[in-house]
């Protein structure tokens, strides 16, 4: 099979031995191939613009930027590629936000070996792929839903605040996220006092204990 007929996949996780252990997995079947590796979701977005791959397999629990958050700006700006989560979470708000930011399925690491290349063929079929604990979850949140009339519940964050606030729990001083943001420090300062009002919190401690909660960042 010749490259060109190929699915070109970009693979995202921060942990080296992970993505090694998937790299095998995917480049053992003939029709798939990794073609870039990234630490975290903003070297994820870089490669992903340089590569334009078919395919973005992403972590959710990365430096810098989720997978979440880079699955949001990839589904923005590159529509073309295709996204899936690999993750460790069996968490249904993981899973309902992977599918809200674009991401055509939802793996778990602890059956990729099983799923994983079954997952990539059907998202580049066009098809969904969800691990048997997330149709359950689906099913039953659809009958919710219908049941008491509810929509989903907004999320108390917009995703701008969401990025500052990963990056203020991970440490970085306002200068440093301005740059990487490409904003003022002001906006960032903003945004965190903003974050601090809305969530009902004191400081940054407890900006990063919130973080730890809702899985921006590791503990």
Excluded: W
């Excluded at 989560?85 to 778990?108: H, I």
């Excluded at 063929?121 to 689906?138: D, I, S």
């Amino acid at each position: 099979m010749t490259d060109a007929s190929r699915t070109r996949i970009l693979l995202a996780d921060d942990h080296a031995l992970v993505r090694r252990g998937v790299r095998l997995i995917l480049d053992g079947e003939p029709d798939l191939t990794v073609v870039a590796e990234a630490a975290d979701g903003v070297e994820a977005l870089e490669l992903a613009r340089e590569h334009r791959p078919d395919l973005a397999i992403l972590d959710i629990a990365m430096p810098r930027l989720t997978g979440l958050q880079a699955a949001r700006e990839l589904s923005r700006t590159l529509p073309e590629t295709r996204i899936l989560v690999l993750t460790m979470y069996d968490n249904e708000q993981f899973f309902f936000e992977a599918l809200a930011a674009g991401a055509s399925g939802y793996v778990l690491k602890s059956v990729a070996d099983q799923d994983l290349v079954q997952a990539c063929h059907a998202t580049m079929r066009g098809e969904p792929f969800l691990y048997p604990g997330a149709v359950n979850a689906l099913i039953h949140n659809y009958l919710d839903l219908a049941r008491e009339g509810r929509t989903l519940p907004a999320k108390a964050i917009t995703d701008r605040e969401e990025q500052i606030l990963k990056l203020v729990a991970e440490g970085h001083t306002s200068q440093q996220i301005a740059d990487m943001l490409v904003i003022s420090p002001k906006t960032v300062e903003r945004h965190r006092a903003n974050l601090l009002a809305k969530l009902g919190l004191k400081d940054r401690l407890e900006l990063t204990r919130y973080a730890i909660r809702i899985g921006l960042i590791e503990p």
